[in-house]
């Protein structure tokens, strides 16, 4: 509705730039996003998918009509006792009104409809409530819709964004925001604070039907010489490795943001960034084997006194792992990570104390990147441990140190029975040997061998543990199988303990 207060973009730039979006975000041409869908497999495997849900289909179908005419008697006897509550001058026309479908009611059907909605309006309670032998059915055709529901795959589609094809609808600059102020048109452009040095937006269709508008941004972008397209990247791909970006505001390179620590080193970056062909997998391994990357995060008096703060990456920052990587983490420590590729996404269940958690696979369980999103059921150990929520932008993960995260470690069954099955595992590589089982844990979960001290105090923990268990577990039990399940439910709770620990948790 204005130019930026503070960066050099007018309110022209803006319209200019969104005109670009027009030929995809039309309002006169609008597709709902859930809707803008793109088949991405192969004829013969979209023909294979029909070919299996084809025969579930038409037996859903089958049943839903069923169902409709099983309702049909039920909803036209409650219909008519509560017409016959009403005067006899609207009984007829809401019983038409009732019979003529949504669509294709009259201005006045409509306005009865909306009148006596609590009249024409029969939800499924009432009509089980009506007929005892329809709920009864209804109930059963509820449980196998379910499950045939259940058995179809779904269609190999992704949400996309493309063109709507055609010529955009004009785009015109907005007189104080407002919609219904029209000032002069505008073309699609980039930001002209942008333009200096750089070579021009060039809209240049690709192919007929299509209009080039994004093509043409794209190129811009990734031209050697813009001055934000690499450094943005290379920003941001630092701050996954270190914790905190080379500019801190990692979103706003703007006169509001932070300046840049070393701005020398994020042009380098950037320019060696361009000069590989932009290659993600070569600046992964430039940062990962760099003198600054493989620093100790043991902080030297002298290191705290020159820069406490860790501005200047005079070591590297202890941090925490991801929700993903945790989850990950404690699937390959306990040997049940399934690490096949692709495929469909993981189904999520909820366990009877509310904690929501992937399914199994035949193989174990898959890396969460594989697990089912949705905001109403979030995987409860991820979503503790701060990954972001599904909301339509993660500018930055938030990393908290809350009591909710190590109630969840301690009292999680999914952990729980990871521990129990590394103790399992231990148990068989080292049946009767407990220094054995304790140093093979320490190896798999941190990395190292337990020290003196620490293989002592396991050692004793296992004793004490081992008493405890004896003594709470189910006493009808002959005594051999009850003092096995003592020494491995005892390993199973040092195995929780050490999965729980600050130093499995953290990277160092």
């Known amino acids: 509705c204005h130019d930026h207060k503070y960066d050099p973009i007018p309110q022209r730039d803006y319209y200019r730039f969104s005109a670009i979006l027009q030929s995809a975000y039309d309002p006169y041409d609008w597709v709902k996003p859930t809707e803008r869908n793109l088949k991405i497999a192969l004829e013969e495997e979209r023909a294979a998918v029909a070919k299996w849900n084809t025969p579930i289909e038409a037996e859903i179908k089958a049943l839903e009509q069923e169902g409709e005419r099983a309702a049909k008697p039920v909803r036209e006897q409650i219909l008519t006792q509560r017409l016959s ?22 201005d006045l059907q409509k306005y009865l409809a909306e009148k006596f909605e609590s009249v024409l309006k029969i939800s499924d309670e009432d009509l089980g409530k009506a007929s005892p032998e329809y709920g009864q059915g209804a109930a059963k055709r509820r449980k196998e819709l379910a499950a045939l529901r259940a058995r179809l795959k779904a ?16 785009v015109y600059l907005l007189r104080r925001g407002d919609a219904n102020t029209l ?8 930001p002209s604070a942008l333009r200096v040095g750089l070579k ?11 209009t080039g508008r994004r093509l043409g941004l794209a190129r811009w972008l990734t031209q050697p010489e813009h001055p934000l397209t690499a450094r943005v990247l290379v920003n941001r791909m630092w701050m996954h490795h270190f914790g905190r970006g080379i500019v801190a505001s990692v979103s706003n390179f703007g006169k509001t943001g932070v300046a840049p620590s070393h701005p020398e080193l994020l042009d380098w970056l950037a320019t060696e960034f361009v000069r590989e062909g932009w290659s993600l997998k070569k600046l992964h391994r430039l940062m990962v084997t760099s ?7 043991q902080v030297s ?52 104390g509310g904690e929501v958690m992937a399914k199994a696979s035949e193989q174990g369980w898959r890396r969460a990147i594989y697990v089912l999103q949705r905001r109403t059921t979030p995987p409860t150990m991820m979503e503790v441990f701060d990954q972001p929520p599904m909301t339509p932008n993660c500018i930055e993960r938030s990393y908290s140190t809350v009591s909710t995260q190590a109630l969840q470690m301690m009292n999680s069954e999914m952990i729980r029975e990871r521990a129990r099955f590394l103790a ?32 002592a105090a396991a050692l004793a923990d296992l004793d004490r543990l081992t008493t405890y268990w004896r003594e709470h577990l189910d006493t009808k039990r002959s005594a051999g199988p009850r003092e096995l399940d003592a020494r491995w439910s005892a390993l199973g709770s040092l195995c929780h303990a050490i999965l729980s620990s600050a130093e499995f948790l953290y990277v160092e």
Not at 87 to 102: C, G, Q, W
Not at 183 to 190: F, I, N, R
Not at 201 to 209: K, Q
Request: hydrophobic share 35%.
């Open 85 to 106: 509550a009403l005067p006899e001058s609207v009984r007829a026309d809401l019983a038409k009104a009732a019979a003529t479908a949504e669509k294709d009611r009259t």
């Open 155 to 170: 269609k190999p589609e992704i949400r996309a964004l493309y063109e709507m094809g055609g010529e955009p609808s004009p």
């Open 183 to 190: 000032g002069e048109p505008v073309a699609p452009g980039t």
């Open 200 to 210: 021009p937006y060039v809209v240049s269709p690709p192919f007929e039907g299509a």
């Open 291 to 297: 003198r600054a990357y493989r620093q100790s995060s």
């Open 301 to 352: 008096p002298a290191a705290h006194a020159a820069d406490a703060d860790n501005l200047l990456f005079s070591r590297m920052p202890l941090r925490r792992m991801d929700a993903e990587q945790l989850h990950d983490s404690i699937l390959a420590v306990s040997g049940q990570l399934d690490l096949k590729p692709f495929g469909e996404p993981v189904a999520v269940e909820t366990a009877p």
């Open 424 to 455: 399992g595992r231990l148990i068989d590589e080292h049946p009767s040997d407990r220094a054995r089982q304790v140093e093979s844990l320490y190896q798999r979960a941190l990395a190292r061998k337990p020290s003196a001290a620490e293989s």
